[in-house]
């Protein structure tokens, strides 16, 4: 395979359909290695850091792997929204783009039986520009991806060290294939079960004229201020994380997405008034459950719980196959059945 290298997203139009083209066929979790997503994510989080944006074509030019990396002064602990990269002294490190903190899942981007193809020619361009980096950082890395095995491998091979990690726990429910969702409730234990039928009649009986919608793709960015105001209100650290640039990157990713049809916006109302809020990603027939809020005045009757209760009933109603909490363990995740899965830090370092 051949290596290109590009700097900028800017004017890549072409690119931009062979890389819709190859994501399709890459059978990738989420959204999160999309073009929409990588670009509008650089634009936000890119500053201080180099773009080396590594793509690699087969013989006849049709581009089989993209590996989004930038490359920046700092601390492997560094991200890109509490502790900006330092921008001088510390370690050079090569990421992916998407970061740390707002990319549930990250790779490199291949079709699955090109990936050894693509690591072989990444190993190469890896080792020649081995003057620009330290550590090879790689966050965010599916269990079942390639990259686990492929990335270390070539690490060893070069003499490298490498060392994996979870990064994070993804629990997820496969969702019933009769499309039943007193099939999913019946896979849950008894005691869950019971809870969540006894929160379900106690707020239905309190708020008998409730509302449950999902704005269709058109009029999620007129929901966006009612999901940002519930997002900061439902707990103190949502309100620091979702100051006014994370808003206006929220904001753009949306529209970006929302093109394809990928994003969900979903409300709960009672009283005449929004009182919880998810959005979500609808990717080839999953779901991923991206971020949350609701009023706390509401706290009493589980709105949260509630919302996204109906909005898997939903789902399952629509025929998708796998509902995908992303990261974290909270405890209401395990309740609805949620089952981890994990992703990985694998962190390569060349010896000094």
């Known amino acids: 395979m051949k290596i290109e290298v590009i700097e900028s997203y800017e004017g890549q139009e072409q690119l931009h359909k062979e890389w819709d083209a190859l994501e399709a066929r890459g059978n990738v979790p989420g959204v999160f290695l999309t073009w929409d997503w990588q670009s509008v994510w650089w634009r936000y989080f890119g500053a201080g850091a180099t773009m080396r944006l590594v793509l690699m074509r087969d013989d006849e030019g049709t581009l089989r792997g993209v590996a989004p990396f930038y490359i920046f002064r700092g601390e492997p602990g560094d991200n890109e ?10 370690k050079r ?98 005691k869950n079960r019971h809870e969540l039928r006894r929160k379900l ?76 809020s998810y959005l979500s990603f609808d990717y080839n027939q999953k779901i991923y459950l991206y971020n949350s809020g609701y009023d706390p005045a509401y706290r009493e009757y589980s709105v949260g719980l509630m919302l996204l209760t109906y909005f898997i009933k939903e789902v399952i109603e629509s025929g998708h196959v796998c509902f995908d909490f992303l990261r974290g363990t909270e405890r209401y995740k395990y309740n609805l059945g949620g089952q981890n899965t994990e992703v990985f830090n694998i962190r390569i370092e060349k010896p000094v």
């Open 201 to 276: 009649r106690r707020f239905e009986t309190q708020y008998p004229d409730y509302k449950y919608y999902t704005n269709n793709c058109a009029d999620c960015k007129d929901g966006l201020a009612d999901f940002y105001t519930l997002h900061r209100a439902s707990d103190g650290n949502k309100q620091a994380f979702m100051d006014d640039k994370m808003a206006q990157f929220f904001s753009e990713m949306v529209a970006a997405l929302a093109d394809h049809s990928w994003i969900r916006l979903s409300f709960l109302e009672v009283e005449g008034k929004r009182v919880a």
């Open 93 to 190: 490190i090569l990421r992916l783009g998407g970061g740390v903190d707002v990319s549930d899942y990250l790779d490199i981007l291949s079709a699955p039986q090109d990936a050894p193809a693509v690591w072989d020619t990444l190993g190469r361009f890896l080792f020649d520009c081995g003057n620009e980096w330290d550590i090879l950082d790689l966050h965010n890395i599916p269990q079942h991806s390639a990259t686990r095995t492929l990335a270390c491998d070539w690490a060893k091979a070069m003499g490298y060290q490498c060392s994996e990690q979870v990064d994070e726990i993804c629990p997820i429910i496969n969702l019933p294939s009769d499309h039943n969702f007193e099939t999913y409730l019946t896979s849950l234990d008894k």
């Open 81 to 90: 929204t509490d502790r900006l990269p330092s921008g001088e002294g510390g």
